[in-house]
C-alpha cells in the first residue's frame, strides 16, 4: 500500500493551497480517506474524512473542502483561509471505520494506512 501526498509548501496568510492523496497497492474504494496534521509539539489530529459522507474538525470548517476523486484514487485538501496555526506535516490516511469519532484522539490510531506527509507552511 502507498500514499503519496502532494501539493505543500509555503503560503502567505490568508492563502490557499491544495493537497492531493494518491493511493495505489489497496481497493481503496472501499476506505475511507482521511487528512491528519501535526504541529512542532503537539499530537497528530484530524482534520478532514471523505467517504460516504465528509467530515471536518471544527477549526477547519468553512475553509477547507475534503474531496476524491474516484477515477484517479486520489482525495484532494482545497484549503482556503489559511492562518499560521494551520502550520503543520499533513498526513493522508485510510480507515475502514466510516462509523468513528473523528475528532476524537483515538481516531489516529484507528488508521490503516498512513502517507508519509507534507509540509504546509503558513507566512504570517
Known amino acids: 500500500v502507498q500514499l503519496v501526498e502532494s501539493g505543500g509548501g509555503l503560503v502567505q496568510d490568508g492563502g490557499s493551497l491544495r493537497l492531493s492523496c494518491s493511493a495505489s497497492g489497496v481497493p481503496w474504494s472501499r476506505y475511507v480517506m482521511a487528512w491528519f496534521r501535526q504541529s512542532p509539539g503537539k499530537g497528530r489530529e484530524f482534520v478532514a474524512a471523505?467517504?460516504?459522507?465528509?467530515y471536518y474538525t471544527d477549526s477547519v470548517k468553512g475553509r477547507f473542502t475534503v474531496s476524491r476523486d474516484s477515477a484517479k484514487a486520489t482525495m484532494y485538501l482545497q484549503m482556503n483561509g489559511l492562518t499560521p496555526e494551520d502550520t503543520a506535516v499533513y498526513y493522508c490516511?485510510?480507515?475502514?471505520?466510516?462509523?468513528?469519532?473523528?475528532?476524537?484522539?483515538?481516531?489516529?490510531?484507528?488508521?490503516?494506512?498512513w502517507g508519509k506527509g507534507i509540509q504546509v507552511t503558513v507566512l504570517p
Open positions: 471523505v467517504g460516504g459522507s465528509t
Open positions: 490516511a485510510l480507515d475502514r471505520n466510516e462509523k468513528r469519532r473523528w475528532s476524537h484522539p483515538s481516531a489516529v490510531a484507528g488508521m490503516d494506512y
